[in-house]
């Protein structure tokens, strides 16, 4: 054999060499693939039957935090709500909001007692319930919420009010139909949450 094909020869077989190696590797980490074993068919079940066993327990317990919040807040709403109304019929010689219009004289309708009652708590007010947005010696009283307007019911997200001008039984506290977050009798002075399931908070 030549000298020169003999070099050619050794040139080329590290390569083979290298190859055959290559080869050996890639068959040896088929085989540890093949070999280890991921997660069985059972395993995954008992893992997935774990994981709804806890959501089953965790879930309602939120959902009962949640409500227990949305409760709170709303007892604090009406509470400082009720407060606000009172405070405002012994400022304006026994008239609770909403039932003078914003032109001082009784409200006609039920929109003119709503948009008053809302008016005439959040900014300032002279004695006979009209309203405008500076404070001087005539218009001295409020403004009894800070905000510009009434707070969100948190159980159905509305902050608009309906208001009944005409029921004098003080006994009466119903929101049947309201579709709106407050109910808010004008002649005797019941507020009350109007989102159906909570009207006797």
């Not at 300032?124 to 001087?136: A, E, F, L, P």
């Not at 506290?173 to 006797?200: E, I, N, P």
Request: net charge neutral; with cysteine; aromatic share 6%.
């Amino acid at each position: 054999m030549s000298d020169r094909r003999r070099a050619r020869l050794e040139h080329r077989l590290p390569h083979i060499g290298r190859a055959e190696k290559g080869d050996h590797t890639m068959k040896t980490g088929r085989r540890i693939l093949r070999d280890s074993a991921g997660f069985t068919l059972v395993e995954l079940l008992i893992v997935i039957v774990l994981l709804g066993i806890l959501a089953a327990v965790v879930v309602p317990q939120v959902s009962v935090s949640t409500d227990d919040a949305k409760l709170n807040t709303l007892r604090t709403d009406l509470s400082q709500l009720r407060s606000s109304i009172e405070i405002y019929y012994a400022q304006h010689t026994d008239t609770y909001p909403g039932a003078n219009a914003i032109t001082g004289v009784a409200a006609a309708t039920a929109a003119e007692c709503e948009t008053a009652f809302v008016q005439q708590l959040t900014r300032y007010t002279n004695q006979n319930g009209q309203v405008q947005n500076t404070k001087d010696a005539t218009f001295k009283y409020g403004p009894y919420i800070k905000g510009g307007a009434l707070p969100m019911n948190p159980f159905n997200d509305l902050n608009d009010i309906t208001c009944d001008i005409a029921t004098g039984d003080i006994t009466v506290k119903d929101s049947t139909g309201a579709g709106t977050a407050w109910k808010f009798y004008a002649l005797t002075g019941v507020f009350m949450a109007a989102d159906g399931a909570h009207d006797t908070h």
